[in-house]
């Protein structure tokens, strides 16, 4: 049994109330570990560990900070492996997929931002003969960072390394769900010799740990990713006591595939871009609208490529699909492909939970699925699903798949594909949505801006953007 504790002033301690959730393995079902459930106690000592070390931290050049980080990245590629098996039996996603994204990944938020943080630059304004004007940005002080269960270090990291690397000392939650990597990371922290109180891990419910973090008003900021209706609910507890907030919400991302595109690639990346991770990414793009000349020819390549994959195991070899994260998340995946039926969707392939053998007999498997049929306006076209589950939809003109495209309250991300690079640069420019990739998906530069528009969220985060939400800007005005 894995015995998670929270990481508080530098050392791992029992939560204060002496209460623990069970941690259950998805492809199994059974549980197999333990997590602190912590509650406003445990968040108050972490902020008084954290408020004790920042007025060190912060006077830290930018280079040594840093260098912390950088050890910290160093020590993460190095437990690789270990890291990996404990993400894959943590949220049932394919060991293969745990090694060459989410660690590597998790790896490169704290190198990139321990070596980008000494170039943070800010402006000087010179008027000639009257005054010079000069930028200063002061860390924010100590900030909250809650991340989700689908990419569980990748994007805890991507929260917390910004907020070290600029002076702020943090206060973070990992999901209840999939804390033992954040745990993990917790013992690199020590070993790395991070100063104590400088970051603060605390587990526990969204209700218990998250609601403490988000109301204490020693907190100055919230980095959230997660849900759209919970970031509603953060947003109602934070903006009237005027934290900073940045909200990355949830998607429904329209894919346009073009009669004119490169049908191989399209078809390809389209089958991954649907079911990396069961579909439990914000980025999935869950409603594929196909241009009508070559509409059949991809549904055919598309359900070709898609009975090739494999269900099974996480730690299998070949394993290309893995378990939900949850049997509660499993039924609302359920739920809606029974949603799907009865809204008229025609079912071209999966819909069914799957019944492994052996050690995974009890898992929370369900087939990749797929559906035609569906107008651009029905719930299934309309809500976040987040899982295996996508529709194929016709259209005719590109004024078609724009409406449809944005017609969802979401705008996170988009993908087009397409020879045309005038279209291109005029589909995606009509786009709402935070983030659109031409021919490629998922391919990120750690220094561009990322986030949604609409309900998917406020803010950016990544690159010099997450450096200035986790800092306050100054000017100062000296006359000459």
Same mark, same amino acid.
């Given at each position: %049994? ?7 002033? @530098?050392?791992?301690?029992?939560? #204060? ?15 197999? @570990? ?35 980080? &950088? ?19 943590? *949220? ?8 060459? %994204?989410?660690? =590597?990944?998790?790896?490169? *938020?704290?190198? +990139? ?30 900030? @909250? ?7 569980? !270090? ?15 000392? &943090? ?13 993990? !990371?917790?013992? #690199? ?9 400088? !970051? ?33 609910? #953060? ?5 009237? %006591? ?12 329209? /894919? ?18 649907? +079911?990396? /991770?069961? @579909?439990?990414?914000? #980025? ?12 059949? $020819? ?28 949850? $049997? ?12 799907? $039926? ?45 899982? =295996? ?19 969802? &309250? ?27 990739? &031409? ?9 561009? =801006?990322?986030?949604? %528009? ?27």
């Amino acid at each position: %049994m894995l015995g998670i504790r929270n990481y508080l002033n @530098g050392r791992l301690v029992a939560p #204060l109330a002496g209460r623990y959730l069970d941690n259950i393995d998805p492809a199994t079902g059974q549980v197999y @570990g333990q997590i602190p459930d912590s509650d406003a106690s445990d968040v108050a000592a972490a902020l008084a560990a954290a408020e004790a070390a920042l007025p060190a931290w912060r006077a830290l050049p930018a280079e040594e900070r840093g260098r912390y980080l &950088v050890k910290i990245a160093d020590l993460i590629n190095r437990d690789l492996e270990r890291l990996a098996h404990a993400e894959s039996q943590d *949220n049932g996603k394919p060991l293969s997929l745990a090694r060459v %994204m989410d660690i =590597p990944r998790a790896a490169s *938020n704290f190198a +990139f931002f321990g070596t980008g943080v000494p170039h943070f630059a800010s402006e000087a304004h010179l008027q000639e003969g009257l005054a010079l004007n000069y930028t200063v940005r002061h860390p924010v002080g100590v900030v @909250g960072c809650i991340s989700p269960w689908n990419l569980p !270090l990748y994007l805890f990291t991507w929260k917390i390394a910004p907020a070290l690397a600029v002076g702020c000392c &943090v206060v973070a939650k990992p999901s209840e769900i999939t804390p033992a990597t954040a745990y993990y !990371l917790s013992e #690199l922290c020590i070993e790395a010799g991070l100063p104590a109180g400088v !970051l603060n891990i605390i587990h526990g419910t969204g209700p218990g740990a998250g609601q403490a973090i988000v109301e204490h008003p020693g907190i100055k900021a919230i980095s959230f990713t997660g849900g759209t209706a919970t970031g509603q609910h #953060l947003a109602r507890t934070a903006a009237p %006591m005027f934290k900073k907030l940045s909200l990355e919400l949830g998607g429904k991302n329209p /894919n346009l595939v073009f009669a004119d595109c490169d049908l191989a690639a399209a078809v390809k990346t389209s089958i991954r871009s649907s +079911f990396a /991770n069961q @579909g439990q990414i914000c #980025l999935c793009g869950s409603r594929i609208f196909v241009q009508r000349p070559i509409y059949e $020819e991809f549904k055919a390549e598309f359900l070709r490529q898609l009975a090739e994959q494999k269900v099974g195991d996480p730690l299998a070899e070949g394993t290309t699909q893995g378990a939900l994260v949850s $049997e509660a998340h499993l039924n609302k995946v359920l739920s809606y492909i029974r949603l799907a $039926e009865e809204e008229g969707g025609t079912l071209l392939a999966g819909g069914e939970r799957v019944q492994l053998e052996g050690r995974c007999a009890q898992g929370y498997f369900l087939q990749p699925t797929v559906f035609e049929g569906l107008g651009p306006e029905c719930r299934v076209n309309q809500e976040e699903i987040f899982g =295996p589950v996508v529709t194929l939809t016709p259209f005719d003109t590109e004024e078609d798949a724009l409406a449809w495209a944005n017609s969802t &309250v979401y705008g996170l991300s988009a993908t087009i594909w397409t020879r045309d690079l005038d279209r291109a640069h005029r589909v995606a420019h009509q786009l709402h949505a935070g983030v659109v990739w &031409v021919n490629t998906w998922l391919h990120r530069d750690l220094r561009t =801006p990322f986030g949604g %528009m609409k309900s998917s969220g406020v803010g950016r985060e990544g690159g010099l953007e997450a450096l200035r939400f986790f800092t306050e800007a100054q000017n100062v005005c000296v006359k000459l």
